[in-house]
């Protein structure tokens, strides 16, 4: 079967940097999604990563290993802003996104 | 432009009535998408169409069916609600011709089957 997993809750600091990590097991890859949704919104795009390395767009990192099939989403200087949950998705082979079940992120001043 | 909207935000809806939920994109996309979303789970897609005129069944299709017959609208009907299709229900679109092809997610409706 197909499974994304990454961590149900985690707490970070104001200011601090947090790294948010996400595994998958897919019938196929074609692409790994971050989405940020706040509580009550919708999810809204945050990076895409299809090669292995570092993707980098402002204080938002998304890394990717495919032959680990493991990434992970690097937040800088934290901000209260940032409190929501982190979704991990695989494109797989038939072009659909398999999602994870989100990673809730809570930040204390 | 509006993006992806959605209607009605929320419903509460006795077991066994009927109902459409309707999305509306204005941004031109060939694909889009219906999921629901349950506390502790992923997104589940229900039905897909990657162009107007055609539909495909997600991971959860049971109990759904949906319609695409332009580009713009995609609405997905419950022809017999039970209770276990309370959930909250997001419209997404995405423009597959290239890129990321990221997608677009509406803001969702809340419903309530009792």
């Known amino acids: 079967g197909q499974n994304i997993d990454q961590p149900t809750e985690m707490t970070a600091t104001e200011g601090a940097i947090v790294q948010i990590n996400c595994t998958y097991q897919?019938?196929?890859?074609?692409?790994l999604f971050w989405y940020q949704q706040h509580a009550g919104e919708a999810p809204t795009f945050l990076s895409y990563?299809?090669l292995d390395g570092l993707e980098e767009k402002g204080r938002f990192s998304s890394f990717l290993s495919r032959s680990k099939g493991y990434s992970y989403l690097l937040l800088k200087e934290l901000q209260m802003k940032d409190s929501a949950s982190y979704l991990c998705?695989?494109?797989?082979?038939?072009?659909?996104?398999?999602w994870g079940a989100g990673t809730k992120l809570i930040i204390k001043p | 432009t509006a993006g992806i909207t959605q209607a009605p935000t929320s419903q509460i809806l006795a077991a066994g009535r009927s109902m459409t939920l309707r999305c509306t994109q204005d941004?031109?996309?060939?694909?889009m998408y219906w999921y629901r979303q349950d506390l502790g789970l992923g997104l589940r897609l229900i039905h897909y169409s990657n162009t107007a005129g055609t539909t495909g069944k997600g991971e959860v299709p049971d109990g759904y069916s949906v319609s695409r017959a332009n580009t713009d609208d995609f609405p997905l009907t419950l022809a017999s609600a039970v209770p276990s299709q309370t959930s909250v229900y997001f419209c997404?679109?995405?423009?597959?011709?290239?890129?990321?092809?990221?997608?677009?997610f509406g803001p969702g409706t809340r419903l309530t089957v009792l």
């Open positions: 997404a679109s995405s423009d597959t011709s290239g890129g990321p092809n990221e997608q677009f």
């Open positions: 897919t019938s196929g890859f074609n692409g």
């Open positions: 941004m031109r996309h060939n694909a």
């Open positions: 990563n299809v």
């Open positions: 998705a695989v494109r797989d082979s038939n072009y659909q996104l398999i």
